[in-house]
């Protein structure tokens, strides 16, 4: 086996390797990160099976990444979104604003809680992402996953 072939051999086994461990999914669509379920997608499924085929051991960290993520679910359809979108006037004030956002949310809001975050997103599905990592309601997910399965 010559020097290049060799060299070239390693690359694309080193290559193919790293995809695998970091896991296609998060890799192809960082966006996707916090999804808890729905369909999966069929391309990021067979890109972590092709990581199966060259090592048992990288295939099967590229899914448990991939599920552990989020990032091998498709996107949810708009339909059951959990964030609105308001149009806010630039003479609205901060008491304006903090009733604005408990009557759509149901809960009291205060914009100076130290446990609120602003964020400028360029997506829906990225507003998604990060509602959905953010960890709200998810003791109420747990008892309905956990009143399914019962």
């Not at 990021?44 to 090592?55: Q, T, W």
């Not at 949810?76 to 609105?84: F, L, P, R």
């Amino acid at each position: 086996m010559t020097p290049y072939l060799r060299r070239g051999l390693n690359g694309l086994v080193l290559g193919v390797s790293i995809t695998a461990l970091v896991g296609c999914g998060t890799l192809f669509h960082p966006e996707r990160k916090g999804q808890m379920s729905g369909r999966i997608d069929p391309v990021v499924a067979i890109a972590n099976g092709v990581g199966l085929l060259f090592f048992i051991v990288p295939g099967v960290i590229a899914y448990a990444v991939d599920f552990s993520n989020g990032t091998i679910y498709l996107p949810s359809g708009h339909n059951a979104a959990g964030v609105d979108t308001l149009r806010l006037e630039e003479s609205m004030d901060v008491a304006s604003l903090e009733r604005l956002l408990s009557d759509k949310s149901g809960k009291p809001v205060s914009l100076d809680s130290e446990l609120m975050r602003v964020e400028e997103v360029e997506s829906l599905d990225e507003a998604l992402a990060l509602v959905r990592m953010a960890g709200t309601d998810d003791q109420a997910r747990l008892n309905e996953a956990t009143s399914d399965g019962a």
